[in-house]
């Protein structure tokens, strides 16, 4: 980085300051607009390994492309998941999304001169208001880039055990997510991780997720306003 782009940076935060608001602030103010891209998508679990690559931009039916597996080894949960994604995959993967999920009162827990974290008990979605019956039972930390404002990682950690359904109880529960620039500055959500353990129907399990996002091209420009 030049030193003519290091002390555009630094001014910035320092502006941000000047206007009274907190790095976390700054951070969730940032707008999420911007381009749309395609990208490789690799994804594993207790069960699956596979890989493949995403285009929003392309029509339903079109936009996820499989690497692996072969078609012939799919399994009917496995399409299930692809007609999902064919429906969802509308390109947003920001972490600017999280902020959703993290209150007002969030509590600085450290900081330095280009980070600082934040803890939280998660809020839960407008959208998805039945999310507040366990985000009690959950702690939240979120990492900010304090030079140029945007969310870096984002956790949530079971702090006690809990009931999403009546019929399974969670011992333990953790979601991890480190995000990546993309080519235009915004933050993505470049690896998830996520492990569960707990009971159902009266059978414990255990179960791990990880996804990563990488390679991303620009298929669309930001809209114009």
């Known amino acids: 980085m030049s030193r003519i782009m290091a002390t555009s940076f630094i001014a ?13 602030e700054a951070a969730l103010a940032v707008s999420a607009d911007g381009p749309i891209y395609s990208y490789d998508l690799t994804f594993q679990d207790n069960e699956l390994s596979a890989s493949g690559r995403l285009d929003p931009s392309q029509p339903e039916g079109q936009r996820v492309h499989v690497d692996t597996p072969a078609e012939t080894d799919w399994d009917d949960d496995f399409r299930e998941a692809i007609a999902e994604m064919e429906a969802d995959a509308e390109g947003d993967i920001w ?7 993290i ?5 600085l827990e450290e900081e330095t001169e280009t980070k600082a974290i934040y803890s ?9 208001p039945n999310e507040g019956k366990f985000f ?3 702690k939240g930390r979120v990492t ?3 030079i140029n404002p945007a969310i870096l990682a984002f956790q949530m950690v079971a702090i006690a ?20 620039r993309s080519p235009d500055g915004r933050t993505y959500g470049e690896t998830m991780e996520m492990n569960v353990s707990g009971s159902a129907m009266f059978q414990k399990f255990e179960e791990f997720e990880r996804r990563q996002i990488t390679n991303l091209k620009e298929v669309l420009p930001a809209p114009q306003n």
């Open 95 to 101: 972490c600017s999304g999280f902020a959703e999920n």
């Open 136 to 138: 009690s039972k959950l």
């Open 144 to 146: 900010i880039d304090k």
């Open 103 to 107: 209150p007002a009162n969030a509590t």
């Open 161 to 180: 055990p809990f009931k999403p359904v009546p019929i399974a109880k969670v011992n333990a529960f953790e979601m991890s997510v480190a995000c990546a």
């Open 120 to 128: 939280f008990t998660p809020q839960a979605s407008p959208d998805e």
């Open 12 to 24: 910035f935060g320092l502006a941000a300051s000047a206007y009274g608001q907190t790095p976390l």
